[in-house]
C-alpha cells in the first residue's frame, strides 16, 4: 500500500526556504558604499523607496518647431520643407453648357432639380456632366424661373427651358 509521503519538490522547498529568506533579507538591506566610490550628492536620499519615486512629477519634453533648415529639422515631417507656401488649386474651368435646370419646386420648400439632382437653397454637391466628370455645385438661390449656383469655382445663373 502507498502512503502519501513528503514528495521531493516539497523537501527542496524545505530545504531552499531559509536561503530564500536570507537572500531577500540581504536585497532589503542598503548597500554600504564601498570604500573609493564617491559620496551621494546632498539633498539625494539613497533610502528612497519606490513609492517615491513614482510620485515623482514626470518632466514636460519641450519641442520647437523649427523655422529654417540651420536650425534643424521636424522628426516628426522630416521631408517636409520650411516656409514653402502651400500650392493653392487652380480654380476649375467647367463647361457650364453641359449644366441643365431640370425643373423647380414651389413654396413651402423650394427645390431645383440640376442634371437629375435635387438641391435647396445652400445645399451643395456633385453633379455627374454628360462627358462623364463629377463637379460640385452649390445652391445660392431658387427664384420662380432660375436658379443661382456656383458651379466648379464660377457662378452662374441657369434658367428653365420653355418649351412650347
Not at 522630416?78 to 507656401?85: A, G, I, K, L, V
Not at 455645385?137 to 457662378?155: K, P, T, Y
Amino acid at each position: 500500500m502507498n502512503r502519501p509521503g513528503p514528495t521531493r519538490r516539497g523537501a527542496d522547498l524545505f530545504l531552499l526556504a531559509p536561503l530564500l529568506l536570507s537572500l531577500c533579507a540581504a536585497l532589503a538591506a542598503p548597500a554600504a558604499p564601498a570604500a573609493g566610490s564617491p559620496a551621494p550628492a546632498p539633498g539625494v536620499s539613497t533610502n528612497a523607496s519606490p513609492a517615491a519615486a513614482l510620485a515623482a512629477p514626470v518632466p514636460q519634453s519641450v519641442f520647437i518647431v523649427p523655422t529654417s533648415p540651420k536650425q534643424g529639422r521636424n522628426p516628426f515631417f522630416p521631408r517636409s520643407t520650411f516656409n514653402t507656401p502651400a500650392a493653392q488649386p487652380k480654380p476649375e474651368v467647367v463647361d457650364t453648357s453641359q449644366v441643365v435646370l431640370n425643373g423647380l419646386t414651389s413654396p413651402p420648400r423650394a427645390t431645383a432639380m440640376i442634371n437629375g439632382r435635387t438641391f435647396e437653397t445652400g445645399e451643395s454637391g456633385e453633379i455627374r456632366l454628360r462627358n462623364g466628370a463629377r463637379v460640385l455645385v452649390r445652391c445660392l438661390e431658387i427664384r420662380a424661373d432660375a436658379v443661382v449656383a456656383v458651379i466648379g469655382a464660377q457662378r452662374c445663373e441657369l434658367r428653365l427651358r420653355h418649351t412650347f
